[in-house]
């Protein structure tokens, strides 16, 4: 079956950089949209961009342009988010999803993976 | 880029119906039809119920549906059962672009 499968939880200090990854499994990893979004603590979905495996290629919103950079492994079937200069308020679980139509990029995200804790404190 | 905005909460007996309500803009929601609604319990990953505003993914029940008038699209869930209790989130692309957005999230208690 179709499975996305996240890195686990991390601890890091401000000011640090935290690497996510998040293996594929069931599809043709090269065929859909990986997305990302993340989940402050009792908070809602926020959506923070997506890579195109096939050719690596990126779009970002806007408030995390800066910040982060999502990269693929096709060999491993692996995608990866990474967050630089890591604040307090970036501790949030962190999802990875994958777009529901194979070559479309509908925004629609299905199935998700388990999540992964990112706690940044000094 | 503003959320789409959802009720915080809403609340129903088992058997009754409920509509969550997502507004957005003519830029978003109202722009085009790729609006999806996300169903999340405490510590799991959110769960697809509805796309393309009014589909539902196999194995969803029927009792989800999902429709659109302009800019605000809606949830409806008939027949409330107690398993239905969770976090029910709106998104939608960005017209004309790649971007997406969802809504703030809407409590769903059953009494």
């Known amino acids: 079956q179709v499975q996305l499968v996240q890195s686990g939880a991390e601890v890091k200090k401000p000011g640090a950089s935290v690497k996510v990854s998040c293996k594929a499994s069931g599809y043709t990893f090269t065929d859909y949209y990986i997305h990302w979004v993340r989940q402050a603590p009792g908070q809602g979905l926020e959506w923070m961009g997506w890579i195109n495996p096939n050719s690596g290629g990126t779009n970002y919103a806007q408030k995390f342009q800066d910040r982060v950079t999502m990269t693929r492994d096709t060999s491993i079937s692996t995608a990866y988010m990474e967050v630089s200069g890591l604040r307090s308020d970036d501790t949030a679980v962190y999802f990875c999803?994958?777009?529901?139509?194979?070559?479309?990029?509908?925004?629609?995200?299905?199935?998700w993976g388990q999540g992964t804790l990112v706690t940044v404190s000094s | 880029q503003s959320a789409l905005t959802q009720p915080a909460s809403v609340s129903g007996s088992p058997g009754q119906s409920i509509t969550i309500s997502c507004t957005g803009t003519s830029s978003d929601v109202g722009g085009d039809n790729f609006v999806s609604w996300y169903q999340q319990h405490p510590g799991k990953a959110p769960k697809l119920m509805i796309y393309?505003?009014?589909n539902r993914p196999s194995g969803v029940s029927n009792r989800f549906s999902g429709s659109k008038s302009g800019d605000t699209a809606s949830l409806t869930i008939s027949g409330l059962q107690a398993e239905d209790e969770a976090d029910y989130y709106c998104s939608s692309r960005r017209s004309s672009s790649t971007l997406a957005v969802f809504g703030g999230g809407t409590k769903l208690t059953v009494l």
């Open positions: 393309d505003v009014t």
């Open positions: 999803a994958r777009d529901r139509i194979e070559l479309w990029l509908r925004t629609e995200f299905d199935p």
